[in-house]
């Protein structure tokens, strides 16, 4: 059944400059989102369809402390908001230190870039799906998912859980501002807000094998 929308990692005025009249953006909890971003590279990096794709090899047998080099932090925030705050002003964001307060100018830059959206959407993906369709005036379709992260094995951290935890926290600490801030806007699509890190490793310990180095004299 054909939906009549354009998907993918893509920049607002990307989507502009095609002409679409009504865009949306679908969030991910940010913590989540990264180690999902982490497993998906890692696993296709040990398959032979990648052997010769460079940005999927340089993840071949990393663990998630060693590949948290290669990510670029808060890409979500990045993807949403950057190009409205341009270069400079998003990179000066990105290099605080994580946790910082924001000042009352730069959340209201935040506000107003996000405003640019129709809707933003957190939550259940059939939820989501059933009224985006509506809104095109087509039944709602199917949600399916395709290339989820999986494990049959343990997952190497490669370092001890709080530092994963603060690793966590590092990569995502401004995408969950610009989550917390869209959720203040476009609160009838975004039922919770971004986990806290400890809630988010329960979560991925649900769904993987994690393999922490032994803690020393242990």
Not at 19 to 46: G, K, M, W
Not at 98 to 126: E, M, N, T
Request: aromatic share 10%; glycine share 8%; net charge positive.
């Amino acid at each position: 059944m054909g939906v009549p929308f354009i998907s993918g990692h893509i920049e607002l005025n990307s989507m502009r400059r095609i002409n679409r009249n009504f865009i949306f953006s679908v969030l991910r909890d940010p913590c989540l989102r990264v180690f999902s971003h982490y497993t998906y590279f890692a696993q296709r990096a040990e398959m032979a369809a990648f052997r010769d794709v460079p940005e999927v090899r340089r993840f071949a047998g990393l663990s998630f402390a060693a590949a948290a080099a290669e990510l670029t932090p808060n890409t979500m925030a990045r993807l949403l908001i950057g190009d409205h705050l341009g270069p400079g002003r998003f990179a000066r964001l990105a290099a605080l230190p994580p946790g910082s307060p924001l000042s009352a100018a730069d959340l209201g830059a935040i506000d107003a870039a996000l405003k640019r959206f129709d809707r933003i959407y957190a939550g259940p993906l059939d939820r989501i799906a059933a009224d985006v369709a509506a809104l095109a005036g087509v039944p709602a379709p199917p949600v399916q998912r395709v290339r989820e992260s999986r494990s049959s094995g343990e997952i190497e951290i490669g370092c001890g859980e709080e530092e994963f935890r603060a690793l966590l926290f590092a990569h995502t600490w401004l995408d969950a501002v610009v989550m917390e801030r869209a959720r203040a806007l476009f609160g009838a699509f975004i039922p919770e807000g971004p986990m806290t890190p400890d809630a988010a490793v329960e979560q991925i310990r649900a769904r993987y094998r994690l393999r922490f180095p032994p803690r020393a004299g242990g």
